[in-house]
């Protein structure tokens, strides 16, 4: 399992450089479509989730391997085209199942809303992904361990069905061929899954096709404008609240709620459900109305925001490629440093009065790393202290 390739860290690059394509059609066209605090926002949460990922793992698949290694009851040959077939849409229906529910059932809507909060829609929100949703969805994929699917082959093509779905979440493409847009999920199809109009909240719940909705009743064609968002916003940058705040919220009504049976039923309801004695408490203010967040900086910090992220970013990708090469200390500092990274670097859009404090300490925290990894190129340890160095002259709170 340590040793299967990581296809979506490899796609890293692919993943920026199409972004930026998408960036250069929406600014020829005059089109709205990107936001910096929104957009370092989406990939700060990718990048969080990936370092999630990173420490655990095993933790995640280790159901998986448990039924299979013990308990399969079929061996799939791995050099037979059917396999890799019948695979593919295992996997794709065991997606969709997970997806579905996931829009159906409290505590887990409460780690796939991540991916739902941002007010636009482009490719950087493929990336926007919840820390948590790896621990759910895993659940959904043991009964294709039971059959005998290769725990290599699982992870080979569950990434084809992550990777397929970036492309689609972009407004540059309309409608396309009919019948690919019979059989795939496709922008069109995505855009109805990612709007808050009532009639597109929980719809096109496929991952690489749509025929599963077509089939379970969940298709609705894309019509009118879509809205993007959820009903509820969540009003802030911060990539942790983002990913704590759902469950924050049901842990609240459940203890607001005077029956017991409404205590537990708060995790397993569907998300507009609420107990009779808790008031619902959705805003008046929502992207149905025309209110979209967008705490901004001048363009200076603008600018000083888009830097540390970049930081963040090379941290990270240290991080999925040379991790396992230092030691854990190590690894779990640049892990702690790479996250306090993405959370000043949102904060300072909000400029929060704990910025002042955190975000100097943050910047002489960094050279304090060099401490804890093995001895690395002096080259390295250069860029790491002027670095920092510099960015502690260009740091200036509002």
Request: glycine share 6%; net charge neutral; with cysteine.
């Amino acid at each position: 399992m340590d040793q299967a390739v990581n296809y979506i860290a490899l796609a890293i690059p692919v993943f920026f450089l199409l972004i930026g394509i998408e960036a250069w059609i929406a600014h020829r066209r005059g089109k709205p479509w990107y936001r910096l605090n929104d957009s370092i926002n989406d990939l700060s949460m990718g990048v969080l989730q990936q370092i999630t990922v990173v420490f655990s793992k095993s933790a995640i698949y280790f159901g998986y391997f448990l039924i299979y290694e013990n308990w399969h009851l079929f061996d799939w040959p791995m050099d037979r085209p059917w396999t890799w077939i019948v695979g593919f849409l295992g996997v794709d229906f065991c997606y969709y199942w997970f997806h579905r529910l996931s829009h159906e059932i409290n505590i887990i809507w409460g780690s796939h809303i991540a991916h739902h909060q941002s007010e636009e829609y482009n490719l950087t929100v493929a990336l926007r992904q919840g820390a948590f949703q790896p621990f759910f969805s895993a659940v959904f994929y043991w009964p294709l361990a039971l059959l005998g699917l290769d725990p290599i082959a699982f992870l080979a093509l569950s990434s084809f069905n992550t990777l397929y779905q970036f492309w689609i979440h972009t407004r540059a493409i309309g409608q396309m061929w009919r019948p690919f847009e019979l059989i795939f999920n496709t922008p069109s199809h995505h855009r109805v899954h990612h709007g808050c109009n009532p009639q597109y909240i929980d719809r096109n719940h496929g991952g690489t096709l749509i025929i599963w909705d077509r089939l379970f009743g969940t298709f609705e064609p894309e019509g009118e404008e879509v809205v993007y968002g959820v009903t509820k916003p969540l009003r802030s940058w911060n990539p942790i609240w983002a990913n704590v705040h759902y469950f924050v919220e049901l842990a609240e009504k459940a203890r607001k709620a005077r029956r017991w049976r409404d205590k537990l039923l708060v995790w397993i309801m569907p998300p507009h459900w609420n107990p009779p004695d808790v008031a619902d408490d959705t805003p008046v203010e929502t992207p149905l109305n025309g209110f979209r967040y967008d705490a901004d900086a001048p363009r200076p910090g603008r600018l000083y925001a888009l830097v540390q992220f970049a930081a963040a970013l090379a941290a990270t990708v240290g991080l999925l490629f040379f991790g396992p090469k230092l030691p854990l200390p190590a690894q779990a500092a640049l892990a702690i440093w790479t996250i306090w990274t993405l959370v000043n670097v949102n904060a300072v859009f909000e400029q929060p009065p704990w910025l002042r404090l955190s975000e100097p300490l943050r910047l002489l925290a960094a050279p304090l790393w060099l401490v804890l990894a093995p001895p690395l190129p002096h080259a390295v340890s250069a860029v790491v202290l002027i670095w920092s160095i510099g960015s502690l002259i260009a740091w200036r709170p509002v």
